[in-house]
């Protein structure tokens, strides 16, 4: 800023900066509240002298005929600043009925009455908060009283439309079958999948993450999320196109996570053949613990011993050691503990290829290094998974792309492919 603007603010405030100079926090606080007023006088001034939409008298309507210019229509925006007023160009068609406002849709202000800067800084804050939490916030930051509802409101419609470019994503590859560019080539790239479940008004749903990750030359983890409640077969698209971007096709080795469920073996066996398939230490673990706690009980030192046996037998690879000794004791066993041994028996049994745990860790494969049950809680349950929460289908959808395309910019592990959060925004959603 120039410095005679500076001595001028300065001289201007020097009787109330002498009171608190010496606290820099009160000092600061101050200088704050200055600048906010002198930005809300400044942009309402700038938007006084902009044209505001005004494109001569009259414009071509959709119908075909004339929009003549009717006048100015007030418009009380929340800005970053404070409340601004906005007379923008009104066009009417007296053919069809039609108008329009230009201004509102080149300046990309939505339905809600905040301005783009407000809504996208509400929405960063949604992204981990919940829409009452990002409203004190905002007023604690920037000062800005904004309700719970409105900070709802511009989350749905700016997800929604991030929930659509991602869907278009797809949408462009099914019909050009044009396969994305890679834009990093790693030695090695993961890709790690799971389910988990969110709470809709209609019960309870599950989504599916997908985390996509590799170690660059300088051996730092750069990780990209894919995340959605679509079918399993979309989910599988969806995660196939992004690791493309992440050098799937160029990466010397592959190595694909899962828990080894149904649908994760289908889409590897869909989309990653070549890949190396290992299940998920985390989950192998959980699913002994399980019949362990069914066999002798739940916080049980016997317990303990008993899972830990198991455990040590799966980690050195001895699978086939591991089924003799879950057959031999199915055999002692009835009921709800027998069916608990078949099931781990059964789980192994189908699984055992992609328990060679020993042969893995000997090549320096990751074989459970939370990846996968890391992306369910950081993507899905820290933000849609708090105490409470319900959520419609659309809310959900809206959040958890925002989620994701912030998640993926804020990584920057991708920079020729851009900012994902960036480019969001530069679409101007609240008006899309």
């Not at 005679?4 to 509240?33: A, S």
């Amino acid at each position: 800023m120039d410095s005679k603007i500076l001595e001028q603010l300065e001289e201007y405030f020097k009787g109330e900066f002498d009171l608190v100079q010496h606290d820099l926090g009160q000092l600061e606080e101050m200088i704050k509240q200055k600048m906010q007023l002198l930005g809300q006088g400044l942009l309402q001034r700038a938007v006084e002298r902009s044209p505001n939409g005004y494109k001569g008298s009259s414009i071509g309507c959709q119908c075909g005929c004339t929009m003549r210019f009717v006048g100015h229509r007030s418009r009380h925006i929340h800005t970053i600043f404070g409340w601004i007023e906005i007379k923008r160009a009104y066009y009417h068609c007296a053919d069809c009925g039609a108008s329009v406002v230009p201004y509102d849709a080149a300046s990309g202000l939505g339905s809600s009455q905040l301005s783009p800067g407000l809504a996208k800084a509400c929405c960063l804050l949604a992204v981990d908060d919940s829409f009452a939490q990002v409203a004190q916030k905002i007023d604690s930051l920037m000062g800005q009283k904004v309700s719970s509802n409105t900070v709802e409101q511009v989350v749905h419609t700016a997800g929604a439309v991030a929930v659509k470019e991602q869907q278009q994503r797809l949408q462009e590859f099914t019909c050009h079958r044009q396969v994305p560019k890679p834009q990093v080539q790693p030695d090695r790239l993961y890709i790690a999948v799971d389910g988990t479940t969110a709470h809709q008004t209609d019960g309870w749903h599950e989504a599916k993450v997908g985390c996509i990750y590799w170690d660059d030359q300088r051996f730092k983890r750069n990780s990209r999320y894919v995340a959605c409640f679509d079918s399993s077969e979309i989910f599988g698209w969806r995660v196939w196109l992004e690791a493309c971007r992440c050098g799937l096709r160029e990466a010397m080795e592959v190595v694909y996570l899962g828990d080894g469920a149904g649908w994760v073996r289908t889409e590897h066996e869909r989309h990653f053949r070549r890949a190396v398939f290992i299940v998920d230490w985390f989950h192998a673990c959980e699913h002994i613990w399980d019949c362990g706690k069914v066999l002798l009980g739940e916080g049980k030192e016997q317990t303990k011993r008993w899972v830990e046996k198991r455990k040590s037998l799966l980690w050195d690879g001895w699978t086939r050691k591991l089924l003799k000794d879950l057959n031999r004791q199915c055999k002692k066993y009835g009921g709800i503990k027998r069916k608990a041994i078949e099931s781990l028996y059964h789980y192994i049994l189908v699984n055992e290829e992609q328990m060679r745990y020993d042969v893995f860790r000997a090549k320096g494969y990751d074989i459970g290094s939370g990846a996968v049950e890391g992306a369910c809680k950081y993507v899905i349950a820290k933000r849609l998974k708090q105490s409470g929460m319900i959520w419609t289908k659309h809310g959900s959808s809206a959040v958890l792309a925002l989620r994701t395309t912030w998640l993926n910019s804020s990584w920057r592990s991708l920079p020729e492919h851009g900012d994902d959060w960036e480019q969001l925004w530069l679409k101007k959603p609240l008006a899309a």
